[in-house]
């Protein structure tokens, strides 16, 4: 079952900080985040599993509520390299083998 | 340098034709995807294989096809067979299963079909 992201959309200015959330309505071991520019490939950012483990590349920070099966994605100080959509995956039901993403949260910073 | 590619970026076919879509990996990785993404949607899964000459089918799977008969290659078939088949798709690959391992993205095919 697909995970449920909100906001769909948010535009704010450079500087300013945003909130992304992700959803489950089933327990989740893990939840990974990516980035994904306009026409080109996602971008890996960080994976969150149980027991705390965070396992990323670049500098965001997130927030992972196994009781409340949520994570949330947390862009401070935005750059306006920050545009694009942002996508959680989480674990497919019975599968640990693939990912079932979200709809996505479509980011976008102004100057 | 490692990664994944994917050709061609565009590619354009008249309906009713089967058309073969290419991924390969240089990542030495076990396990590979195929999703498929269109406008202002998510990714969903198509297919997937964790070893050689073994896959299985994601969510989307009807009208498409696929062989893993090396590590590092992954083709996807989509067949005539599928109701609409224009879409952007993206072949991913993983040192381990999906839901523990970090997916790394080839560049994505465009398919049109009219």
């Known amino acids: ?111 | 340098d490692g990664g994944i590619t994917q050709s061609p970026k565009y590619l354009f076919r008249k309906e009713g034709q089967n058309v073969t879509l290419s991924c390969e990996q240089n990542l030495n990785h076990d396990a590979m995807y195929w999703y498929r993404q269109d406008p202002g949607q998510g990714l969903r899964l198509i297919y997937y294989s964790q070893i050689v000459n073994d896959f299985q089918k994601g969510d989307i799977a009807e009208g498409y096809s696929v062989s893993r008969e090396k590590k590092e290659s992954f083709p996807l078939t989509v067949t005539s067979a599928q109701k609409n088949p224009t879409a952007f798709y993206l072949c991913a690959s993983s040192s381990g299963p999906g839901g523990s391992y970090e997916q790394y993205f080839g560049p994505g095919t465009r398919l049109t079909v009219t």
Request: charged share 15%; aromatic share 10%.
């Open chain 1, 1 to 111: 079952q697909q995970p449920v992201q909100s906001p769909q959309a948010v535009i704010l200015r450079e500087g300013e900080d945003a909130v992304i959330n992700c959803s489950s309505s089933k327990a989740l071991y893990s939840v990974h985040w990516y980035r994904q520019k306009h026409g080109e490939a996602p971008v890996f950012l960080m994976i969150l599993l149980k027991g705390g483990e965070q396992k990323g590349h670049e500098k965001i920070s997130a927030s992972f509520n196994e009781k409340k099966q949520q994570s949330s994605l947390y862009l401070t100080a935005s750059q306006l390299s920050y545009s694009g959509t942002y996508f959680c995956g989480t674990p497919s039901s019975g599968s640990a083998r693939q990912l079932t993403f979200g709809s996505g949260t479509q980011l976008t910073v102004l100057p």
